[in-house]
């Protein structure tokens, strides 16, 4: 299935750019290339190549790169006649800024520098775009990498053995740099730190989303309500400031939530994008004329919109449902009315895809939840099926739940139920803190997190059992990320669990050891640190292998090869404790399991896993008779672990 990001509109309103990734899955790679659509005649034309994939890091220290596609951004020259976008060379892995021109699609590198250009950004107040470059070479960086193999690297805070063995940022001395590209002269003028940082800057904590009006210096942006209590959920007001300077607050009920996204319709009237709902799962457009008292309801919908663009009073977004893959959408702000433009995947057998409902119900700690129930197409009143939990997540379209390892519609073309259940936030921590570390220590504390959230799952099951659709008795469930330490915790303490899948590890004393200096800190910050320090009480409920003997269901790990070894502490005690495991490591694959052939074989073996023990089904194929004499061999561990005590209570449920 081909996906998309980076829309983006062009001056004039008559053309749009978006990446489109295709994955080839015999070549295990991913195509990725620059299409160009003429909006008046909808025609849709290859544009440049968009080079080799491009990881986000996660926000750590040091950074680890997720395997998650970075973010695509284009921007156009003034006049409308060349696009602009960060690109890696396949020929020598340098990721440049290159410019496309429309009238002979001729591409052409823009920077020249051996550093990685990391971010790219319309400069504030002045015309062109900044850009920054990583503080090392890439030739400098496989210098060392290189002496690092002959002689040794030093182990220092540069390191984290969960994923790798070798320092992920190099020890040489260097800083971000930075240049201002004039897209009208294609001259390159060297900034520096402060003024590069200064003219990137289109956020101003802790206001958000700021955008000036057309051709005047007015402005709009979102500002906390209570800028005391600025926690990851609380609610942004918007603001304007007029032609003649003066800030003023739009008094609208409308215009304070979650704002994520503000547009100037003219110089008067602007719109925005509000979440709403349980979960911000609801999209909702609004219309604000400036000093009015009231704003306009234009579009209210569970569509996820992302990446939008205004142009001549009409939204053109990247658009996706639980069941509608990702598009390009137009939303005429006049009607609310909404059109097709782009479709990626014409050819996806939409009529195939089992519907979704959604529900909705609470979690131990009181706060709203819902989750997504899927029933196979061929489900007939007085059907009940086999129930597949998928994590933790449930927004956009449903196709392999977090991590897209769980294929929600092929588990229910074979005959599973499946609740794709959204994990719902700890209240107080998203309220009082924007500071993740901070909010994950109050949400732990106590385990409090991981009990509300297998509350959370428990009642959501209750809920769709209520339905009279569920198969009680055969029930397993799967994750990735947070949604394996759910899983993970289930196992120990739920014994309605029949399977369980995990795409990663668990939490356990050898984390802390491989997690290296400055992931260590962090973890200290969360309470649960050196497990023979003060934190050892923490440590020791939290740990999974620790309390190995506790798991009821056989559980499937799909491990990245740099993830792995932090998982053997959990494994290994479960092999020891006679419970039935097996763990399959892929090579050169990150947090995220980005190349195409690994991800459908970790879709062919995770349904073949749930058919076994939900339904007692085999392959066939001869290819996978190997794998059914294993887990043949695994059935009386299975049976006797089903009839051993779960976890104790104080550690396990609310």
């Not at 299409?35 to 990881?55: E, N, S, T, Y």
Request: aromatic share 8%; glycine share 8%; net charge neutral.
């Amino acid at each position: 299935m081909r996906d998309l990001d980076g829309l983006s509109l062009s001056p004039d309103g008559q053309h749009f750019v978006v990446l489109e990734r295709r994955p080839i899955v015999p070549d295990n790679r991913v195509v990725q290339t620059w299409l160009i659509a003429d909006i008046a005649d909808g025609r849709v034309r290859p544009l440049a190549d968009g080079g080799a994939m491009m990881f986000k890091s996660q926000p750590s220290v040091p950074p680890l790169v997720s395997g998650f596609p970075d973010d695509a951004r284009a921007f156009w020259s003034v006049d409308g006649l060349s696009v602009y976008f960060r690109r890696r060379a396949a020929e020598n892995g340098v990721i440049r800024l290159w410019r496309s021109r429309l009238r002979d699609r001729r591409l052409s590198a823009v920077t020249s520098k051996t550093r990685d250009v990391v971010a790219v950004e319309s400069a504030m107040m002045r015309p062109g775009l900044v850009v920054e470059y990583a503080p090392h070479a890439i030739a400098d960086v496989g210098r060392e990498r290189e002496a690092g193999e002959r002689r040794g690297f030093l182990l220092d805070s540069r390191f984290s053995a969960i994923s790798a063995s070798f320092p992920q940022i190099p020890a040489l001395d260097g800083t971000p740099s930075f240049e201002l590209y004039d897209t009208n002269s294609n001259a390159l003028h060297r900034l520096s730190a402060d003024e590069g940082v200064a003219l990137m800057t289109t956020e101003l904590p802790p206001a958000r989303a700021v955008v000036l009006a057309p051709g005047g210096d007015a402005r709009a942006w979102a500002l906390p309500e209570n800028p005391d209590r600025p926690g990851l959920s609380a609610p942004y007001r918007v603001h304007v400031r007029d032609q003649q300077g003066t800030a003023s607050a739009c008094p609208a009920e409308a215009c304070l939530g979650r704002i994520t996204d503000i547009w100037w319709i003219n110089a008067s009237e602007l719109a925005f994008l509000r979440l709403d709902g349980v979960n911000a799962t609801r999209t909702q457009i609004w219309r604000w004329r400036v000093n009015e008292p009231q704003a306009a309801l234009v579009l209210d919908s569970e569509t996820r919109l992302r990446q939008c663009g205004l142009a001549d009073s009409k939204l053109y977004c990247l658009a996706e449902s639980a069941i509608e893959p990702v598009t390009v959408t137009r939303i005429d702000l006049d009607t609310g009315a909404t059109e097709l433009v782009y479709d990626p995947n014409p050819d996806f057998p939409r009529a195939r895809l089992a519907p979704a409902q959604r529900l909705y119900w609470r979690a131990p700690n009181g706060v709203e939840t819902h989750g997504d129930l899927v029933l196979p197409l061929s489900h007939r009143p007085g059907d009940r099926h086999p129930l597949v939990i998928t994590t933790y997540l449930s927004r956009g379209f449903l196709k392999g739940g977090t991590g897209d390892e769980y294929p929600i519609q092929a588990f229910a073309a074979a005959g599973f139920a499946v609740l794709n259940i959204h994990t719902p936030a700890h209240p107080t921590a998203t309220q009082v803190t924007r500071d993740p570390i901070e909010a994950s220590r109050i949400s732990r504390r106590g385990m409090a997190d991981r009990r509300n959230a297998l509350g959370a799952v428990i009642t959501g099951v209750e809920t769709a059992e209520a339905l009279g659709v569920i198969d009680g008795a055969h029930i397993a469930m799967t994750g990735f990320s947070y949604g394996s330490e759910m899983t993970h915790h289930a196992v120990l303490c739920w014994d309605r669990l029949g399977a369980a899948i995990v795409s990663g590890p668990s939490y356990d004393p050898l984390t802390y050891y491989m997690a290296g200096e400055s992931t260590q800190a962090a973890f200290t910050r969360m309470g649960f640190g050196n497990p023979l320090g003060p934190d050892r009480e923490m440590v020791e409920m939290l740990s999974f292998g620790l309390h190995a003997a506790d798991a009821g269901a056989p559980l499937l790990i799909n491990s990245a090869d740099r993830e792995y070894m932090a998982a053997l502490f959990g494994y290994t005690q479960l092999r020891e404790a006679q419970r039935p495991v097996e763990m399959h490591v892929f090579p050169d694959a990150y947090h995220f399991k980005w190349r195409p052939a690994q991800r459908r074989a970790i879709y062919e073996r995770n349904l073949d896993w749930l058919r076994f023990w939900l339904m007692d089904e085999e392959d066939p194929a001869p290819e996978k008779q190997a794998q059914y004499q294993r887990w043949r061999q695994l059935r009386p561990l299975a049976e006797a672990a089903s009839r051993a005590p779960r976890g104790a209570a104080d550690r396990c449920l609310p």
